[in-house]
């Protein structure tokens, strides 16, 4: 079983809607979460992160965290074309040498004007 | 800010020669960069830890000797993948940490990464 799952999509949706990506985890010692956006051959850019279980609200994007299941969330408001793009969850997991990052498969989210 | 340099962003080259890819964090000093490994749809892979001035961390699996991993200042850090052959290709990125603040302050800031097409 991976580590972090996520359903790799594509998810299309018009513009304007509210989009929700999900991620599962498995390990119980993940204590930070992290959500990063991939444009096409570009490295992830950091969106939001979240340490404790409930809401994180910037903007158009809100992070859901609920550790009693397992289950992270990205939901994204009035989504734009620009929104156009991999999402990747990520945990933090921390190592003797430091702390890494555990991602998911990416979700693919296309946003049609 | 915060703004992570990859170098080349593409190359292509024969079976069995030796690529260098150069990671430089620009307006911060990273003590430690990350090297990741990104086949197409698939996760980022973890591939090693570079703290500056010691060496590199391997993740279970990856080659040292095939990977050779630099990190001679708190501002460049280099892979090289050794005698590379086709099945090596893939996407590269690197990221480096921002050491300033507390510690979830410190997200790891992504290159663009370098796609690697070895012939």
């Known amino acids: 079983q991976k580590e972090v799952e996520q359903d790799p999509g594509p998810l299309s949706v018009p513009e304007g809607a509210i989009v929700s990506l999900n991620c599962t985890y498995s390990n119980s010692a993940f204590q930070y979460f992290m959500w990063y956006r991939q444009y096409s051959r570009k490295g992830p850019e950091l969106l939001m992160y979240?340490?404790?279980?409930g809401n994180k609200e910037d903007g158009r994007f809100t992070a859901q965290v609920d550790k009693s299941s397992k289950y992270i969330s990205l939901f994204i408001r009035d989504s734009q074309p620009s929104d156009s793009a991999t999402y990747l969850c990520?945990?933090?997991?921390?190592?003797?040498?430091?702390?890494?990052?555990?991602f998911g498969a990416g979700t693919i989210l296309r946003v049609k004007s | 800010g915060a703004v992570v340099s990859q170098h080349p962003s593409w190359v292509i080259c024969k079976s069995g020669t030796s690529v260098k890819i150069e990671c430089r964090s620009l307006?911060?000093?990273?003590?430690?960069m990350f090297w990741y490994r990104q086949f197409p749809k698939q996760s980022l892979m973890l591939m090693a830890t570079s703290n500056e001035g010691s060496k590199a961390t391997y993740e279970q699996g990856v080659e040292k000797d095939k990977f050779l991993i630099n990190h001679a200042s708190l501002t460049l850090s280099t892979l090289t993948v050794t005698s590379a052959h086709p099945e090596d290709s893939s996407f590269y990125i690197c990221?480096?940490?921002?050491?300033?603040?507390?510690?979830?302050?410190?997200?790891?800031?992504f290159g663009d990464g370098t796609r690697l097409s070895i012939l």
């Open positions: 979240t340490y404790s279980s």
């Open positions: 990221s480096a940490r921002d050491f300033s603040g507390i510690p979830i302050n410190q997200p790891q800031h």
């Open positions: 990520a945990n933090v997991e921390s190592m003797e040498y430091g702390n890494k990052l555990v």
């Open positions: 307006d911060f000093q990273a003590t430690t």
